[in-house]
């Protein structure tokens, strides 16, 4: 008893379990829909791209979802430009605008004359979150909780039939860019903690390690909170004992939770994987 809960006893593992919880509930419910929507590649890119943005606005002693707004949107409009350039086709125009946002940010967050402290956006610092940082992520929880309960059946429509949503009163486009925007909240939630390298592990790999038992989406949803919740915990007690990055901990226990997902299908068959229903 006392290995287990001598870790709890630490304040800085208190934090730190409070806001992978606020990240494990918001990131595995939003995770749901990007593995429904096929977005995971869009969700990495929108990563890198809001990063040069959250660290000039952590530069300007701005808000992060200032800043990550910010970096959406330009990233949307540089995107734009460049694929106005003759014979460079939309795919090229992403890869191009994303990875040149994303070493900007790098420069800025690792030059030496940046602040200290900064590097922790691009690969986290768990266990040197603040009581305000959980409690400005329990705020923004709070907001995409809220927000996931409104657009549920938007987002339903949108994900299991497009072409006839807006028979049922959805418009399509704007579902899309509410998701997008609660993909960049979640981001904004976890970077503090696991770094924008490292915060698609705790927003994609739940879903899909639940995606391989689960089919329909409600029960998805609870199983990828679950396996999130619990893979915040098991990371936490792996980086207290074994003294190791904690984010890292964390990525590496639900990595390895989807590999034995895989391996446990495979073995007895059991999993699901076919037409996730509503």
Not at 12 to 28: I, K, R
Not at 93 to 108: D, K, M, Y
Request: with cysteine; net charge positive; glycine share 12%.
């Amino acid at each position: 008893m006392h290995t287990l809960l001598h870790p709890w006893s630490e304040t800085f593992m208190q934090l730190a379990l409070l806001e992978l919880v606020f990240l494990g509930v918001v990131g595995g419910i939003v995770g749901c829909w990007i593995v429904h929507y096929e977005l995971a590649y869009s969700a990495e890119s929108l990563a890198h791209a809001l990063f040069p943005g959250l660290v000039a606005a952590a530069l300007l002693g701005l808000p992060l979802l200032a800043g990550g707004a910010a970096g959406v949107a330009g990233a949307a409009a540089a995107v734009a430009i460049v694929r106005r350039v003759p014979g460079i086709g939309a795919d090229t125009a992403v890869a191009v605008v994303i990875t040149s946002l994303f070493g900007l940010g790098v420069l800025l967050a690792l030059t030496p004359a940046t602040p200290p402290g900064l590097e922790a956006l691009l690969f986290g610092d768990l266990l040197g979150v603040t009581r305000e940082d959980v409690v400005a992520s329990g705020v923004l929880a709070a907001a995409a909780g809220g927000s996931l309960v409104v657009l549920h059946r938007p987002l339903l429509l949108v994900g299991f039939d497009r072409t006839t949503a807006r028979a049922f009163g959805a418009r399509p486009l704007l579902v899309d860019l509410a998701l997008l925007a609660l993909i960049a909240v979640a981001i904004v939630i976890g970077v503090r903690a696991l770094g924008n390298l490292l915060v698609l592990a705790l927003l994609v790999g739940p879903a899909a390690t639940a995606r391989l038992f689960a089919s329909r989406m409600s029960s998805l949803m609870a199983l990828a909170v679950a396996l999130a919740l619990a893979a915040s915990v098991a990371g936490l007690y792996l980086s207290f004992y074994a003294s190791i990055a904690a984010g890292a901990s964390v990525a590496v226990v639900m990595v390895g939770a989807y590999l034995a997902g895989l391996g446990l299908r495979a073995a007895t068959g059991r999993g699901k994987g076919g037409r996730l229903s509503a």
